[in-house]
């Protein structure tokens, strides 16, 4: 497989080629392949989407999923490719006033730099890899079938084909999750989100969140001439609206001018939006049989702190530095996952709670005096206290090849 001889996470030597399905071809299930694949695993990417492509606009991919992104095979020049390179600047309210403002210093970079990304431009990014590494994609198949086998004994069964691992990487409304852990469903959030890309450059140069009652706006260049809008709001589940756009300018009339002028400049079909759901407390492991659970099947959290799209990352990187090194180097899959299953879970839930506690103090809040005690006791904190604040969340380095245990 093209790339694979030099590259560390490849066993010193592979007495068999072991086999895994990979259960959706989201960022997170395409990282999974992508990792097992260097590792020298046959690998198959199930997907019940009659085609690929990434449903969302837009996100700030952190330091940390830049590191899974190098741990995954991709070079600086290819990273820097996937988007326009700034920072997160900080927050507003509703009126444009600053709450608080990070500069664009050295320290601030180091500690909360961003690439703006096209989510599309990124799963194309991961596709082309996965391919070029041998994994077969398989488009039109749903999972109605699923026998998670034995990590000591029987073959894990999915959808006719059997494997040794099967990756749970179908996302929030997870087909491998409702069959393996049905007491565990995804809840919504009380919040809905327009998102669009839209032609130009908007708004500040860095990443710009504006707060308001129960609402929040956000900007994020992901290219020089190109700028992603977010705007998060409470609604009624399954809300049915005619005019998406027109519903988001009405919704946010009276915002900063930045605001009023990035919804003026957006084309009407450019808008998604998609009610908000997430997987409080996440699962009670990630592991089962065969079976292991990566990205919002095993963790799906509020977007409150934006690392969706990280921790897919992370937990695809992971599945082969964890799982697929040390088991294609002789050793048994069961200590494997549960070292997975160590690794990823703890910190996932962390972000998970510090999620909601985020949403809570920040886009959550209700309107009144509340928006008013919370802006001045913010205004207060030192722009240092967020960068290095940040650490917990975006300090994430990969870890080691485990070592195989026989």
């Keep these: 497989m093209p790339g694979r001889a030099d590259h560390p996470l490849d066993p010193g030597s592979v007495t068999m080629t072991r086999t895994a399905i990979v259960v959706g071809a989201g960022i997170a299930g395409l990282s999974s392949a992508i990792s097992l694949a260097r590792t020298g695993w046959g690998v198959t990417v199930v997907e019940r989407s009659p085609a690929l492509g990434e449903v969302g606009a837009g996100f700030a991919m952190s330091r940390n999923a830049v590191a899974a992104l190098r ?72 999972v109605t079938t699923l026998d998670p086998g034995d990590p000591d004994g029987a073959p894990a069964v999915v959808a006719g084909r059997e494997a040794d691992l099967v990756v749970g990487a179908d996302g929030m409304r997870s087909a491998v999750r409702a069959t393996l852990f049905p007491a565990n469903v995804p809840v919504y959030s009380g919040y809905s989100s327009w998102r669009a890309i839209t032609p130009g450059a908007w708004g500040a140069e860095a990443l710009t969140q504006y707060w308001g009652a ?84 095993a963790h799906g959290t509020l977007p409150t702190m934006g690392q969706g799209a990280a921790t897919a990352l992370e937990d695809g990187l992971c599945v082969g530095l964890l799982v697929g090194s040390p088991v294609a180097a002789g050793g048994r899959l069961a200590p494997a996952l549960a070292g997975y ?30 928006q008013t005690v919370r802006n001045r006791i913010m205004r207060l904190t030192p722009a240092s206290a967020i960068a290095r604040g940040s650490q917990a969340a975006m300090g994430w380095t990969p870890p080691e090849p485990a070592a195989p245990v026989r």
């Design 71 to 142: 741990g995954l095979g991709f070079d600086d020049d290819a990273v820097a490719r996937l988007g326009y390179a700034t920072w997160a600047g900080g927050t507003w309210d509703l009126h444009g006033d600053p709450i608080l403002t990070l500069p664009d210093t050295p320290e601030v970079r180091a500690s909360v730099g961003l690439i703006g990304v096209h989510r599309r431009r990124l799963h194309e990014t991961l596709h082309r890899r996965a391919v070029d590494l041998g994994v077969e994609v398989v488009t039109g198949t749903s």
């Design 214 to 297: 129960h609402a929040e706006f956000g900007l994020l260049r992901t290219a020089a001439d190109e700028t992603y809008w977010y705007g998060y709001v409470a609604m009624p589940e399954r809300t049915r609206l005619d005019d998406e756009l027109g519903a988001a300018r009405e919704r946010f009339a009276g915002w900063a001018p930045p605001v009023q002028e990035v919804l003026a400049a957006t084309a009407p079909d450019a808008v998604l939006r998609h009610d908000v759901h997430h997987l409080p407390g996440g699962l009670p492991h990630y592991a089962t049989g065969r079976v292991v659970m990566v990205g919002d099947a």
């Design 341 to 370: 299953d160590a690794a990823r879970r703890p910190r996932c839930r962390a972000l998970a709670r510090a999620s909601v506690a985020s949403g809570r103090f920040g886009s959550h809040l209700g309107g009144g005096w509340r």
